[in-house]
C-alpha cells in the first residue's frame, strides 16, 4: 500500500469517527431535552393536584363550620326547651 491509500483510510476514518461523535452529542442533547420537557410536565401536574387538594381541604374547613354553627344552634335550642 502506498501513502495515498493510507491518507484514504485515515479519512474515511476520520470522517467515520466524526459522523459518530456528532450523531452522539445529537441524540444526548434530544434525550436531555425530552427528559426536561417530561420533568416540567410531571411537575405542572403535581402542582395542578396540590392546588385541587387545597381547594378541596378548603371546601371541607367551610362545610365543617358550617355543621359545626349549625349544631351550635341546635345545642341552644335544645338548652331552651329544657
Known amino acids: 500500500m502506498n501513502w495515498h491509500q493510507w ?16 450523531l452522539s452529542i445529537a441524540i444526548v442533547q434530544l434525550a436531555s431535552t425530552w427528559r426536561a420537557k417530561a420533568k416540567l410536565a410531571r411537575e405542572h401536574e403535581y402542582r395542578s393536584l396540590a392546588e385541587s387538594a387545597v381547594r378541596t381541604q378548603e371546601e ?13 344552634s341546635i345545642e341552644r335550642v335544645l338548652k331552651e326547651v329544657d
Open 60 to 72: 371541607t374547613e367551610r362545610q365543617l363550620r358550617d355543621v359545626q354553627d349549625r349544631l351550635r
Open 7 to 22: 491518507q484514504e483510510i485515515i479519512g474515511v476514518t476520520g470522517v467515520f469517527v466524526l459522523i459518530t461523535v456528532v
